[in-house]
């Protein structure tokens, strides 16, 4: 009888750790695809939007494979169906990449995501990964080093944007009682 019961606990974890996953990755989708801005930031023009804030959100709340699975699938399934495709397997890697890197840092030596200043700090290293992650990607697909450089301070926007608007809806989360 014990046996069955730890079975069916472990199936409603699963069935739990599945059913957050896919929301966080529509959570990040959705925020990435209709809460957004075009603005004349660059060259390039510039999607400001709030896929990051529910990014740092998965990562900061959930930890790092959470954040990396709600990152990497809901920003790479925006690119898909908003007629980016060449960027979809880059987004999925940068994002998948940067939420796992601000979980880890959020949630290290125990501190689960309750350390404000080590959040801004995992959002700041994940921001410049994501900095760093574009441009290479711009660099593969534009085919030179230089015109990437006009999309940085609209990734800047973002990241800061992100954190602006995530942070105390992360401290507010944090302090209810399912966590």
Same mark, same amino acid.
Request: no cysteine; hydrophobic share 55%.
């Given at each position: 009888?014990?046996?069955?019961?730890?079975?069916?606990?472990?199936?409603?974890?699963?069935?739990?750790?599945?059913?957050?996953?896919?929301?966080l990755i529509a959570l990040v989708f959705i925020a990435t695809k209709f809460i957004n801005l075009?603005?004349?930031?660059?060259?390039?023009?510039?999607?400001?939007?709030?896929?990051?804030?529910?990014?740092?959100?998965?990562?900061?709340?959930?930890?790092?494979?959470?954040?990396?699975?709600?990152?990497?699938?809901?920003?790479?399934?925006?690119?898909?169906?908003?007629?980016?495709?060449?960027?979809?397997?880059?987004?999925? #890697? %940068?994002?998948? &990449?940067? +939420?796992? $890197?601000? @979980?880890?840092?959020?949630?290290?030596?125990?501190?689960?995501?309750n350390n404000l200043l080590w959040n801004m700090a995992a959002i700041l290293i994940g921001g410049?990964?994501?900095?760093?992650?574009?441009?290479?990607?711009?660099?593969?697909?534009?085919?030179?080093?230089?015109?990437?450089?006009?999309?940085?301070?609209?990734? #800047? %926007?973002?990241? &800061?944007? +992100?954190? $602006?608007? @995530?942070?105390?809806?992360?401290?507010?989360?944090?302090?209810?009682k399912l966590f």
């Amino acid at each position: 009888m014990e046996n069955n019961f730890v079975g069916a606990k472990k199936a409603s974890s699963k069935t739990k750790d599945v059913t957050i996953s896919g929301l966080l990755i529509a959570l990040v989708f959705i925020a990435t695809k209709f809460i957004n801005l075009r603005l004349p930031i660059s060259m390039n023009g510039g999607l400001i939007h709030l896929g990051n804030t529910m990014l740092f959100m998965a990562a900061i709340v959930f930890g790092k494979k959470k954040g990396a699975l709600a990152g990497s699938v809901g920003m790479a399934l925006f690119d898909m169906v908003s007629g980016w495709m060449a960027w979809a397997p880059f987004t999925f #890697v %940068v994002r998948g &990449i940067m +939420g796992y $890197v601000i @979980g880890s840092i959020s949630h290290s030596s125990g501190r689960n995501g309750n350390n404000l200043l080590w959040n801004m700090a995992a959002i700041l290293i994940g921001g410049i990964w994501m900095l760093f992650g574009y441009y290479v990607t711009e660099v593969i697909l534009y085919g030179n080093w230089v015109s990437p450089v006009t999309s940085i301070p609209g990734n #800047v %926007v973002q990241i &800061i944007a +992100g954190a $602006v608007l @995530g942070l105390p809806v992360i401290t507010a989360i944090k302090k209810t009682k399912l966590f």
